[in-house]
């Protein structure tokens, strides 16, 4: 009887101590991690190379700057080409966002209820260009625990305004950094999904390229970041309206 229970108490400490018996990561704490890595600098300047491919394969290409700062603080401008040339986005704190065009000669604010419009005919929309952190937009449950990875469904939180309904992210386990994002509609359906690739320079993770398609209209862009520096010390004057419509 002694040699039994002396088993079970051994069996006992050692789930207590190995991975099988550990406590599941909390689906906040996941996603605070994610943030930690998105916004892990404390700014980031980069040159981006975009590619978008209609439902034909025709290509297009474009490039463009991005400066960011923090987790609430994001620029984005148009370099090329001569057509596009300009055309800017600017996210700031509280989910206030401006667009510029240089053919209207001024900037317009973003209203909330317009987040979902595709950016100057990217895939990517006004939301998902948004500085934020997901931890304090979104409500987190996860949903599957893989070996290599965490799948969670997020949900907006009601202070948040959002045209998704929800998203479900699959997240690295040892570098918490998102590998895929699907983006459903208020109907529950799934009308993009974006994959990240990542790299590693200077100590910090980040998305080396981001490919991004729209299911409803079957079409896709890649943006790929090069030229990646961090904590340059970008000024606080990058990231205003003045400075968006130069």
């Given amino acids: 009887m002694k040699t039994c229970k002396l088993i079970i108490t051994t069996v006992t400490a050692l789930l207590m101590i190995s991975p099988m018996g550990s406590k599941a990561e909390e689906p906040l704490a996941i996603i605070k991690k994610m943030d930690k890595v998105l916004y892990g600098p ?5 040159t981006v190379r975009m590619i978008l491919t209609d439902r034909g394969g025709n290509e297009r290409i474009r490039e463009a700057n991005i400066w960011q700062k923090g987790s609430d603080k994001r620029l984005f401008r148009f370099t090329a080409p001569a057509a596009e040339t300009g055309i800017a986005f600017l996210s700031l704190p509280g989910e206030v966002m401006y667009i510029y065009m240089p053919a209207f000669g001024r900037e ?3 209203a909330s209820h317009v987040k979902n419009q595709s950016f100057a005919g990217t895939d990517f ?3 998902d260009l948004e500085a934020k952190e ?3 937009t979104y409500s987190p449950s996860l949903i599957e625990e893989k ?3 965490y799948i969670l469904e997020m949900v907006p939180l009601p202070s948040y305004r959002s045209d998704y309904s929800k998203l479900i992210v699959a997240v690295n386990k040892q570098h918490f950094y998102p590998e895929t994002m699907e983006a459903y509609d208020r109907g529950g359906n799934k009308v993009k ?3 990240y690739t990542w790299k590693q320079k200077d100590g910090f993770w980040y998305a ?3 490919h991004a398609t729209d299911l409803k209209r079957s079409h896709s862009t890649r943006m790929i970041m090069t030229d ?3 904590n340059t010390e970008i000024d606080d004057q990058i990231f205003t309206v003045r400075n968006l419509t130069r």
């Fill in 125 to 127: 929309t006004y939301e």
């Fill in 42 to 46: 404390d700014d980031q300047t980069s």
């Fill in 228 to 230: 990646v520096d961090f």
């Fill in 208 to 210: 080396y390229e981001i």
């Fill in 108 to 110: 317009r604010r973003i």
């Fill in 147 to 149: 070996p290599d990875k």
């Fill in 134 to 136: 997901y931890a304090k």
């Fill in 193 to 195: 999904s974006s994959v």
